[in-house]
């Protein structure tokens, strides 16, 4: 008998008759139902788990780039004639032209830095203080213009800026007024007295990044100099770039602009561990949910076992009839292929959709524990998000369909090999 075409229409038919006979003909539908079903999950969760995890780092790194400088420029301090060492920068404003015109740099403001205690009414806090011009104010991703932020930012030259977290830890709103705490302060014949000032608020912002928002308060800049005793000084430049993945390539020429006493500090430096550790992880959890796809898979060897022994006669009635082991095994690898593909095509769907509606899915699952699920203060961020990525996706099918086809070629090739006079001896 001449050969057949490869996964011709009678192998098809063959295939799908044995993939839904009914188990009084010795069928193994239940094994198949139970093999989809593990598939399906098992793909669903590596899907769900991707899309999570690359949702956590783009929004874990948007929030640290959005309000925080991709490289700060600071100085490790000059000694002056006196033998004074002075820390800072005197000709900041032209430092930050020429840092701005840096070719891939976005901008560059200078900056003066420092710690207070912040009070309202019985409430104090600890806060960061960044005094900076209204202008390189406005221009910050996630706080200046176009951020999540109420008040008025162009009457930021009367007041100061804050975070969220601040202005809900303090109980104040724009309008109202904070007192600020700096330890160097006034100086005395005495020594150094605390500097106690009030400001009014007049914008709030919310960065996306707790930490940001519960300490962050932003000064005019030239209040900021008078303030924390840095008349003529800039402590330091925000500088950012166009790629910041590939933030050190500008570490030559930001050290050249800030002089011989310019230290850079990366984003990178900041919260690189915490990226590696990210990484480790994600690998870590590929590898685990791979091998609960493989576990999935495994169920497809026993429901084809179970269905070429059961089929036997079958086998040697078709292998008599002039069908070849290629056919055989074409007809036993399609009924375990189909069911791979089916989950496989299932848990994709469910994975998508999971990722597309994650807040839906948060939300209610958050209502029933009866909220408290996310803790910002924990997490650094306000929800649970995802990125559904398409190489994550083909990844998953990749490795789902690969696990699913490859262990159906034992099983199959296994009936392929089966003797027909073996098969019909006892019939």
């Known amino acids: 008998m001449a050969s057949t ?16 006979a009914r188990r009084a003909e010795g069928g193994v539908s239940t094994m198949t139902w139970i093999s989809l079903i593990g598939i399906t999950l098992a793909v669903f969760a590596l899907i769900a788990t991707l899309a999570v995890r690359a949702g956590f780092r783009a929004e874990f790194v948007d929030t640290i780039l959005g309000a925080n400088a991709h490289v700060t420029v600071y100085s490790a301090g000059q000694v002056t004639e006196t033998g004074q060492l002075v820390k800072g920068f005197s000709e900041y404003a032209a430092i930050a032209a020429e840092l701005s015109a840096i070719p891939g740099v976005t901008r560059a403001a200078p900056l003066i830095k420092g710690q207070v205690m912040v009070t309202a009414g019985q409430g104090n806090t600890g806060a960061e203080v960044f005094g900076i011009a209204r202008a390189d104010l406005e221009t910050i991703p996630r706080v200046g213009i176009g951020a999540d932020a109420y008040g ?36 005395t014949a005495f020594g150094t007295s605390p500097r106690v000032n009030a400001y009014e608020v007049v914008y ?57 006493a310019a230290m850079l500090w990366t984003w990178r ?62 007809v036993f690898f399609m009924c375990g292929a189909f069911t791979g593909l089916v989950g496989t095509l299932a848990g994709v769907m469910l994975g998508c959709l999971f990722a597309i509606y994650i ?16 803790d910002p203060s924990i997490r ?48």
């Open 269 to 330: 430096d900041s919260s690189g561990a915490f990226l590696r550790a990210l990484d480790i992880e994600d690998n870590v959890m590929f590898v685990i949910l791979s091998i609960l796809v493989l576990i999935a898979s495994m169920n497809i060897i026993s429901g084809l076992i179970m269905l070429v022994k059961n089929k036997g006669r079958d086998i040697g009635i078709l292998r008599t009839m002039g069908l070849t082991e290629g056919s055989i095994l074409r």
């Open 359 to 374: 807040d839906t899915i948060f939300s209610a699952v958050n209502y029933l524990a009866g909220g408290g699920v996310w």
């Open 152 to 187: 008025d930012i162009a009457a930021f030259d009367r007041g100061i800026a804050i975070g969220s977290g601040v202005a809900q830890q303090m109980g104040v709103t724009v309008g109202d007024k904070l007192r600020l705490i700096a330890p160097s302060g006034v100086k």
């Open 204 to 260: 709030i912002f919310t960065s996306g990044n707790y930490a940001i928002d519960r300490t962050r308060i932003y000064m005019p800049f030239a209040e900021a100099q008078s303030y924390f005793n840095r008349e003529g000084l800039a402590d330091e430049f925000e500088v950012m770039v166009e790629d910041p993945e590939d933030v050190g390539r500008y570490d030559v020429l930001l050290s050249r602009v800030g002089g011989p």
């Open 380 to 427: 650094g961020i306000y929800a649970l998000p995802a990125k559904l990525q398409m190489q994550d996706v083909l990844s998953a099918v990749a490795l789902s369909l690969g696990l699913s086809f490859g262990i159906t070629l034992f099983p199959a090739r296994r009936a392929a090999r089966m003797n027909p006079v073996e098969a019909l001896r006892y019939e």
């Open 5 to 20: 075409a490869p996964f011709s229409r009678f192998e098809r038919m063959i295939a799908w008759r044995y993939l839904r």
